[in-house]
């Protein structure tokens, strides 16, 4: 596609449910990023994949929160036994590996309430 | 570790009026820069990029920014603010390669401009 894209768009869970956020990058980037963007906060990094390389997972906020991709394509954001606080805006991102220049494009996000 | 400081959470200007919003970051060398804006609703768009050479950057819009080595600062300008600038908008640092935050970019908590006509 055009634009990284992220599904669903929006969706509400229970508490304690687990949920999975998608996000497609861009077609031949190479990195992938996670951030989560609580309401009127700024953005958090969770976690970062570059190739083939160990991901950076220094942003996971607790071990209910993993991150997998395969290659350079799909990526999945799971979140186990979801919490209040996890109510949040998912963004993802993907950036080429051009001269490594680390511009990023953003999609949509994903809009996660937890009731 | 790299880390970000927009120091202005919330900036008031009139329309018409110059705007100047601050950056400040933490990196062992020269970083990748960026400023990026979220419209309401919006996802983020990249207003501009510092990489090397002219420490005066040009972007969308009419921004600019201006890297400033001895303050660590990357500072983002605009002459004359239309109301259709009110957003939010975040400074962020990308590792350069041979770190050991390559590749990671790190954002500021994000400044949000509100233009009053």
């Known amino acids: 596609g055009a634009g990284v894209s992220q599904s669903p768009s929006n969706k509400v869970t229970e508490k304690g449910k687990d949920v999975e956020l998608r996000c497609d990058p861009i077609s031949g980037h190479t990195a992938l990023y996670w951030y989560r963007q609580r309401l009127g906060q700024g953005l958090e990094f969770l976690i970062y994949?570059?190739?083939?390389?160990?991901?950076?997972k220094s942003g996971l906020p607790s071990d209910r929160f993993s991150a997998e991709r395969t290659g350079e394509s799909v990526s999945t954001l799971t979140i186990q036994r979801t919490q209040q606080e996890d109510s949040a805006v998912y963004l993802c991102?993907?950036?080429?590996?051009?001269?490594?220049?680390?511009?990023?494009?953003f999609g949509q996000g994903t809009r996660l309430t937890v009731v | 570790a790299q880390s970000v400081t927009q120091p202005d959470i919330h900036i008031t200007v009139s329309e018409g009026a110059s705007l100047e919003l601050r950056c400040n970051y933490s990196?062992?060398?020269?970083?990748?820069l960026f400023w990026y804006v979220q419209s309401p609703g919006q996802g983020l768009q990249l207003l501009l990029k510092y990489f090397s050479g002219d420490t005066l950057v040009q972007g969308i819009k009419g921004f600019e920014a201006e890297f400033k080595r001895s303050q660590s600062s990357f500072n983002l300008r605009k002459p004359s603010v239309h109301w259709s600038d009110a957003a939010e908008y975040f400074c962020?640092?990308?590792?350069?390669?041979?770190?050991?935050?390559?590749?990671?970019?790190?954002f500021g908590q994000g400044t949000i401009l509100t233009v009053h006509p």
């Open positions: 962020a640092v990308g590792g350069r390669p041979g770190g050991t935050s390559y590749g990671k970019l790190t």
């Open positions: 990196y062992g060398a020269t970083p990748y």
């Open positions: 994949f570059q190739g083939n390389s160990a991901p950076d």
């Open positions: 991102a993907s950036s080429p590996r051009q001269g490594a220049r680390t511009e990023a494009f």
